[in-house]
């Protein structure tokens, strides 16, 4: 009895003291700031000394292949080696919802140093949008919570048009932008196409009749990751940056009552939404994102809706591949329908109360420097906010469909607060409609939508 | 009468005490009612920021907003779920509980074979599950062709929610009829016997010798089960991340306060105390069975 | 009683169609385990080409499945023996009433079983105490001494003799002494059971790490799995490797156990 109540006692003990001595991982928030040489002219100055205390950098990130891989394998250790003191903490989690939650429980936490925005700093409520929520960026902006970099000098790196447009705030700036994708066009299987006979379509009806030949011939014609949803929304946002003639200006209109969800342009999205979702593979809706390239990868279906970000991801899953990418077709207008559009992509932005703010400083400065700058573009597949020369093929091969680089709906919509599901988030919600969801025509879809959007209306 | 010493010994206990209380106040009690306090306000979890007293506008909101339809809506589910769960759960298991209430071949493989989820945890038994639901031509969607249908599974607004009370299901029900073989072989053979002389056998043993046995330990057990139920979402977290009307009060709570566009604490907190006043029903019901057994005891 | 050859026969068959329930996932898993990533998505129910091993090797070195396995236990096993412990100090004075207001107490703690949802203020909390991100807080957070370990000790309580304090008190045996090694073995039943459930409680827990372990090399199994396939989604073969490295061990582990796990219920259930 006794030798069992004292072996238990020790047990406890034990842990007790391996929980204490092994706890707390990381310096939570309290360490000491890396040394005082602030050297944020030049570019990247010396390396560090022996002397310097050791450093570790938090960088959150969500996972992208091949720039998650040009950070470890390139990037990282080049800087490592650089600054021997430091060390990068490279933490890549799903790039939905899970990342979102990782961002805000570190920053409210303060155990991070520099996070990658999603986006850029879009969605600032408008005068034409009272009431409408602040997105996180503006918030934690207000909040004081991320830095100010307007006077680094490696800003000064990137295009002043691509800054004003993506990072600035209140005329000042709260992060560095690494680039634009694209979004609205499929990934298209070229040797198919040739299989078949087939061209990049110019007009709806054109695709439409190309879907219809794939699909006699017994090949899937389009393929979409419909589980994560918003991939499929790719697509539609396509379809929406084709057929609007000016989507800021139909959006303000929601707001202001002169446009609404039931217009017939909007209608006739939604309805085009549902003939793409009718030449998808089957089971398109179970299909979660992270498994689509390998589905295109493999030839099982002709086209896939994503962004430009992932070219480099299906490179390297199948050298043999080769694709190319063309904008969804929404109108017969083939000069409407020549244009790709997207976003500004990843913004890294440093955590103003970091102890360890001048080396995440650094550490964008050397990411800026157009050396290293060009590496991580052509890595990532970015269309690059520097004046620098991209090799991919990929990329340059859709150069004329870019232009003036146009802002896809998702940039622009601004929502109202608690609106109901039928119009919440950012994209329209096609996938509410058969045969993904539980509702039959694409007029009841907007109706249901209006009749959120008005329940939400500011009072 | 404390027969352990007099005078300053006389005060162990009490020290004692303090520790599980301090972590219960601490950690549990306190933490708990500032919730109530929170759900009052327009606290957010930024730093930095000030936070006003609102009054019952995130309960206003809640109810009124054009979304008070979807949060009804996860009332519902909320509800649905653990009712499902526990209901069904409970009677599987007790059914199987029945049926390997015997000396049978391999019973003991039977028993840990039913328990091994429970073990293998939520995101392994999530996980397998989400294989085997995979709708380009996973199992079970063969199975489905051979009947000349076929599901979007988790990504399906018909049927995914029905799918994650499945797999809960699956993963506790090894659980429960563990609990209640317990029970069962603690009945005496004799009353079986007896019972059996006089003709009952089956159902009619089953309603009349073996149910009044294991009718307490049941029924307390499934009010904890349902409001342990009304609380849990780990299993959605891991299957659909709340999507396809899956959300229940449990979840959006946890969407509300560290999700992808809001860190908005009051009102995730006002989406809890309604969530509490679902628990405290069933809680009222609970405590009273305690009282009574407490006096029995 | 035999009973008729008809229902032992539909008694097997119940449980055999149970058993396909519960263990055709498991082989499934094995099959998709040995395929290579296009063999899968070519036709993902077909019989594995061959058995093929790498795939093992390669999950074992992307995936810190050690840690994760090891965290896990780590986490499940001190929060328990923690729980116990704190449950029985609260518990056995509550349930003699050595202590005064054993009754406002005893409601007290009943109470934490119905309270509301606390998380928003213990992530404050937390954060504020310097726990976020650390293995101790996680464990602190499992603790209680209020739950339902804490309820079935007090209720067994009760049926021990008070004769038997007094005896040994007598004896010149402490408060203390008395508590850890008289009581404690006499217990053993109900501890078994609430072993039992503190456990799965912290074992399946993946919320909570998501939220407080940020760090990887702190997660537990469920946030390290899950990690895991958020990293590999599109390649259904590793991720089913890893999901095979975890289970592997604890069906071994599980199965010189399961003895104990069943027992223990059963006697837990006997005196509840």
């Known amino acids: 009895m006794r030798k069992w109540s004292t072996l238990l006692l020790a047990l406890v003990m034990v842990f007790t003291l391996a929980a204490c001595g092994g706890g707390s991982g990381n310096g939570g928030g309290k360490g000491n700031s890396g040394p005082s040489s602030s050297s944020s002219g030049g570019s990247g100055g010396g390396g560090g000394s022996a002397g310097d205390k050791p450093v570790t950098l938090r960088v959150l990130h969500w996972i992208n292949e091949p720039v998650n891989k040009f950070m470890n394998d390139v990037f990282i250790p080049q800087f490592e080696q650089k600054y021997p003191n430091v060390k990068i903490e490279y933490t890549t989690v799903p790039s939905d919802d899970t990342y979102d939650q990782l961002m805000q429980t570190r920053i409210n936490a ?13 969605g600032a409520p408008q005068e034409w949008s009272p009431g409408a929520a602040d997105p996180l960026w503006k918030q934690w902006a207000d909040a004081g919570l991320i830095a100010d970099l307007t006077n680094e000098s490696f800003l000064s790196y990137y295009n002043p048009k691509d800054n004003e447009n993506a990072v600035y705030y209140n005329g000042k700036a709260y992060g560095v932008n690494m680039g634009k994708v694209s979004f609205t066009g499929l990934y ?128 390297s899953l199948n050298p043999d591949l080769r694709f190319g990418y063309f904008p969804v077709p929404g109108s017969n207008d083939p000069a409407k329908n020549a244009y790709l559009a997207g976003k500004y992509d990843m913004t890294w932005m440093v955590v103003e109360k970091s102890p360890n703010k001048e080396w995440a400083l650094k550490f964008l400065e050397e ?5 290293n700058y060009t590496a991580f573009v052509n890595a990532a597949g970015f269309l690059p906010n520097q004046d620098v020369k991209v090799e ?27 609106v109901g599901q039928y119009a919440n988030a950012s994209s329209v919600h096609a996938e509410f409609l058969k045969p993904a969801g539980p509702i039959a025509t694409a007029q009841e879809l907007a109706a249901l939508s209006q009749k959120d959007w008005d329940a939400a209306a500011p009072k | 009468m404390y027969p352990f010493g007099k005078g300053m010994a006389r005060h162990l206990p009490l020290l004692l005490l303090l520790i599980p209380t301090a972590l219960y106040v601490l950690l549990g009690f306190g933490p708990s009612m500032v919730t109530i306090v929170f759900s009052f306000t327009d606290a957010t979890g930024i730093p930095g920021t000030e936070w006003h007293f609102i009054g019952w506008e995130n309960y206003r909101t809640f109810f009124t907003a054009s979304n008070a339809d979807d949060q009804i809506k996860a009332i519902g589910r909320s509800l649905y779920f653990a009712f499902a769960v526990v209901l069904i759960q409970n009677a599987v298991a007790l059914f199987v509980a029945v049926l390997l209430n015997r000396k049978l071949k391999g019973d003991v493989f039977y028993r840990a074979t039913l328990f091994l989820p ?79 002389i006089d003709g009952a056998k089956g159902w009619t043993a089953f309603r009349h010798i073996t149910y009044p046995m294991i009718a307490p330990a049941v029924t307390v057990n499934m009010l904890l089960s349902i409001i342990g139920a009304l609380q849990t979402f780990d299993i959605i977290y891991v299957t659909t991340g709340g999507k396809f009307e899956t959300s229940t009060l449990a979840w959006n709570v946890f969407a509300a306060a560290f999700g992808a566009t809001s860190a908005d604490y009051g009102r995730a907190s006002a989406i809890g105390m309604i969530q509490f006043v679902f628990v405290l029903i069933f809680a009222v019901a609970a405590m009273s069975y305690f009282r009574k057994r407490e006096v029995e005891l | 009683m035999r009973e008729p050859y008809s229902a032992t026969a539909s008694r097997y068959g119940v449980i055999w169609l149970l058993m396909a329930l519960y263990l055709f996932p498991l082989f499934y898993l094995l099959n998709v385990a040995m395929k290579t990533q296009f063999e899968y998505l070519a036709d993902p129910v077909a019989l594995a080409k061959q058995i093929r091993f790498a795939n093992f090797a390669e999950a074992w070195k992307l995936g810190n499945f050690a840690d994760y396995l090891w965290n896990s236990i780590f986490y499940t096993v001190s929060s328990t023996v923690l729980t116990l412990l704190v449950s029985l100090i609260a518990a056995f004075p509550i349930s003699r009433g050595y202590v005064r207001f054993s009754g406002f107490f005893y409601t007290f703690f009943l109470i934490s079983l119905f309270l509301p949802n606390p998380l928003i203020p213990q992530f404050a909390l937390m954060n504020e105490l310097g726990l976020y ?76 790490p998501v939220i407080y372990l940020s760090n990887a090399d702190l997660a537990p199994v469920t946030k390290g799995l899950f990690a895991f396939r958020g990293q590999y989604l599109n390649n259904w073969p590793m991720l089913a490797c890893g999901i095979i490295i975890v289970a592997a061990p604890l069906i071994l582990l599980y199965s010189f156990v399961q003895r104990y796990i069943v027992d223990g219920a059963l006697a837990g259930a006997l005196k509840a």
């Open chain 1, 110 to 122: 303060n155990d991070a140093d520099i996070m990658a925005y999603r986006s850029a700093f879009v």
């Open chain 3, 133 to 208: 991100n650390t293995q101790i807080g996680y464990i602190l957070l499992r603790t209680s001494g209020t739950g339902i370990a804490f309820l079935l000790i007090v209720g067994y309580v009760k049926s021990i003799s008070r004769e038997l304090d007094e005896a040994a008190a007598i004896d010149g045996c402490g408060y203390m002494r008395y508590m850890f090694t008289i009581l404690l073995p006499l217990v053993k039943p109900v501890l078994a059971t609430g072993a039992i459930l503190t456990a799965i409680g912290t074992w399946n827990d993946i919320i909570l």
């Open chain 2, 118 to 196: 429970v073990v293998l945890g939520v995101t392994v038994s999530g996980l397998i599950w989400q294989l085997m639901f995979n709708p380009m031509g996973g199992p079970v969607q063969r199975i489905l062709k051979m009947f000349g249908t076929s599901s979007n599974f988790f990504g399906s607004y018909e049927v995914a929610f029905e799918l994650i009370i499945f797999v809960q299901i699956w993963m506790y029900m090894g659980y429960s009829m563990t609990i209640f073989l317990a029970g069962l072989q603690a009945i005496s053979r004799d009353l079986y016997e007896a019972g059996y």
């Open chain 1, 392 to 418: 991919s093929e990929f990329i340059n091969e859709i150069m004329p469909y870019l232009g003036e680089f146009k802002l896809a709906w998702d940039q622009l919509f601004i929502n109202r607060e608690n």
């Open chain 1, 367 to 371: 990411l800026s420097v157009p050396e």
């Open chain 1, 188 to 315: 298209y299987n070229k040797e198919i196409f040739e299989k078949h006979n087939l061209q990049i379509p110019k007009t709806w009806d054109e695709f439409v009749g190309l879907l219809e030949t794939l699909k006699s011939n017994g090949v899937t014609p389009l393929g979409f990751a419909g589980r994560d949803v918003w991939p499929f929304n790719l697509a539609v946002q396509g379809l929406q940056a084709t057929i609007h003639d000016d989507q800021l200006a139909y959006i303000k209109g929601l707001w202001t009552g002169e446009t609404k969800w039931t217009d017939p342009v909007a209608v006739e999205i939604l309805e085009k939404a549902q003939v793409l979702m009718n030449y998808a593979q089957e089971g398109f809706m179970g299909l979660d994102y992270g498994t689509l390239p390998s589905v295109f990868a493999s030839g099982q279906v002709a086209m896939v809706a994503d962004g430009t970000w992932n070219a480099p991801t299906y490179a």
